[in-house]
């Protein structure tokens, strides 16, 4: 009998996105998986779109949210709700590579963390030719000063290491996660180098404003991992410099 895998998918007004976004699950090379749906109070089509494709595969299910409760409930709900002995996640307008799953369930006979290699699309679905490559291995204190792990290509043992929530925070709670996961393991967490997602990338986005990027970083140390302010102020240094020089060493121009 294979392992279950649990895929965490928040949802808020996706309509145009979420088709292919399940469809890139249903695409799987590896067929032993679970979709958890959350729709977080969606006001446009996402919810009917989704029903439509959960009454097609009894492998999809979906929750949903009264209210807009934001990202870290909406993937604390599909945690909760799991039943897998991994647990995965996937925003609603990202997509996974067929061989995704199957290449990380080979990598996690070895370790209790993986992740992977990703690229850029716009918001229309197209290449936008920028890979961020994965580190081979990683390290809770690597990671501890930059977010290392694109949340769309995370796995963990959730068998081994127990179910992990995020913290309530607007933002960077998906970084805590993660850390929260390596420290449980005790071991590095595996990067594969192979491009495993496609990652939709927003003129909005974090990563495009450096003001909030600083901001949400700085409440991930101070409130989402209890650092003092003197502490939370250090880590911002080294933040500042491994995020601006030694990640960006990662993301490269693909033709």
Known sequence: MQALVSIVTPMYNNETVIKETIKSVLNQTYADWELLLIDDASTDNTLDTAQREESKDSRITIFKNDKNEGAAVARNLGTEKAK???IAFLDADDLWLPNKLELQLEALKKADVCFGSYEWIDTKGN???IKVNASEFLT????????????????????????IFTKDLK?????????????????????LQETLAYYRNSEDS??????????????????GLGFSTIKSCFYMVLFLYEHLIVKRRLIKKIF
């Open 127 to 129: 290449p936008l030719n």
């Open 140 to 163: 809770y204190r690597k990671l501890l000063k930059a977010n290392y792990i694109g949340n769309l290509t995370g796995i963990y043992n959730a068998k081994k290491l127990g179910k």
């Open 84 to 86: 897998g002995d991994f």
């Open 171 to 191: 933002k960077r709670q998906d970084w805590l996660l993660w850390l929260e996961a390596i420290k449980r393991s005790g071991k590095p967490a595996i990067g």
């Open 206 to 223: 974090l990563s495009s404003n450096k003001v909030k990027l600083i901001k949400h970083n700085y409440k991930a140390y101070r409130k």
